[in-house]
């Protein structure tokens, strides 16, 4: 199973959540039917995507049998799970943004932290970094800084910006 999506909170009285889907592809979103849900705990639920609709740029989750507001918190937080081969797979030179997350970023010689999300506000994705000293920063994923990109072995290969990982 690979994680594509993440589920933030309930959102109003008929049990959807609110999320993010972790691809840059148009109606990834809508392709998703059978899914897992897991939560950082391990409790785990097989569902079928019942609706997905799109609110302030996120997608709204509605899953077959989750339908209250109480129903639909006990599963903030959870991973959206599916299984390996229905992945869908980034053209020549993309990465998915599942495949970014927890790759190992390096300035240089020097690991400086870990990928924790991918962050796509349209003017080019930015990797959430928290650092080994506990902050989180956001790098521009780009080719004039993340020069090796390596997600097999789950490392990124970076020439920061001077000043980027200060105080």
Same mark, same amino acid.
């Given at each position: 199973?690979?994680?594509?999506?993440? &589920?933030?909170?309930?959102?109003?009285?008929?049990?959807? &959540?609110?999320?993010?889907?972790?691809?840059?592809?148009?109606?990834?979103?809508?392709?998703?039917?059978?899914?897992?849900? %897991? &939560?950082?705990?391990?409790?785990?639920?097989?569902?079928?995507?019942?609706?997905? !609709? !799109?609110?302030?740029?996120?997608?709204?989750?509605?899953?077959?049998?989750?339908?209250?507001?109480?129903?639909?918190?006990?599963?903030?937080?959870?991973?959206?799970?599916?299984?390996?081969?229905?992945?869908?797979?980034?053209?020549?030179?993309?990465?998915?943004?599942?495949? &970014?997350?927890? @790759?190992?970023? !390096?300035?240089?010689?020097?690991?400086?932290?870990?990928?924790?999300?991918?962050?796509?506000?349209?003017?080019?994705? /930015? /990797?959430e970094i928290r650092l080994e000293d506990g902050r989180d920063v956001l790098v521009p994923?780009?080719?004039?800084? @993340?020069?090796?990109?390596?997600?097999?072995?789950?490392?990124?290969?970076?020439? /920061?910006? %001077?000043?980027? /990982?200060?105080?």
């Amino acid at each position: 199973m690979i994680a594509v999506g993440r &589920l933030f909170r309930a959102r109003g009285i008929r049990g959807e &959540l609110t999320g993010e889907i972790y691809s840059s592809q148009p109606g990834r979103a809508e392709k998703l039917k059978d899914v897992v849900l %897991e &939560l950082a705990d391990g409790k785990t639920r097989p569902s079928q995507v019942e609706e997905i !609709w !799109w609110h302030s740029g996120r997608p709204v989750f509605k899953f077959v049998g989750i339908d209250s507001m109480t129903d639909a918190e006990a599963w903030a937080g959870a991973d959206v799970l599916v299984a390996d081969s229905e992945r869908e797979m980034p053209e020549e030179g993309a990465y998915s943004h599942a495949d &970014l997350i927890d @790759c190992a970023l !390096w300035n240089r010689d020097v690991k400086v932290g870990v990928v924790r999300r991918v962050e796509d506000y349209g003017g080019g994705p /930015l /990797l959430e970094i928290r650092l080994e000293d506990g902050r989180d920063v956001l790098v521009p994923f780009s080719r004039a800084i @993340c020069k090796e990109i390596d997600v097999a072995t789950k490392n990124i290969r970076a020439e /920061l910006p %001077e000043g980027l /990982l200060e105080k």
